[in-house]
């Protein structure tokens, strides 16, 4: 059975709240608009996740739980960490590492620019997956049966890049 590894930037955030950390940012109404179209786009791919991840940043988890509704995914489920919140490619990478076989279709929800470099080191060298803008999914699968354990840079292809405009057109 073939793993697939999707990668999800949050929803676009609101800057208009002086004062409130980083951190605890919500989503705006785009964000809101967007989680929901690109969930239910990954939905009609037959994309089943077996696991949910994301940072413990409040526009993360907003994202996530409204991925994990569209999925029928237990909200229950998701796991949470802070140390993915703006976390490095090599934070991830460890998180992926780590993942138990039984794990087949992972998404994680976090933030640039780690994600994007985490694309690119996957992909390796020579591959862009372009900028991963907010509420952008990329789709990635190993070239070759390994495990998690074993992944890499350059161990992983891309499958699809998906924004909210790319659903508009």
């Not at 989503?27 to 991840?53: C, F, H, Q, Y």
């Not at 994600?115 to 070759?144: H, N, Y």
Request: net charge neutral; hydrophobic share 40%.
């Amino acid at each position: 059975m073939n793993k697939e590894l999707i990668i999800v930037r949050h929803a676009k955030s609101d800057w208009g709240q002086s004062g409130l950390d980083d951190h605890d940012r919500t989503l705006n109404s785009r964000g809101l608009r967007d989680a929901p179209r690109m969930a239910k786009a990954l939905v009609e791919r037959g994309i089943a996740p077996t696991a949910i991840l994301a940072s413990t940043a409040v526009r993360a988890q907003t994202t996530a739980r409204i991925f994990a509704r569209q999925f029928g995914f237990p909200e229950g489920d998701l796991v949470s960490d802070h140390c993915w919140y703006h976390a490095s490619p090599s934070t991830w990478l460890k998180t992926i590492q780590a993942l138990p076989e039984t794990q087949r279709t992972v998404l994680i929800f976090g933030h640039n620019p780690g994600l994007e470099e985490l694309a690119a080191e996957l992909l390796g060298s020579g591959t862009a997956v372009g900028p991963l803008v907010t509420c952008g999914v990329v789709r990635l699968k190993p070239r070759e049966e390994i495990p998690w354990s074993a992944m890499c840079p350059g161990s992983m292809e891309l499958i699809e890049h998906l924004t909210p405009k790319s659903l508009e057109s």
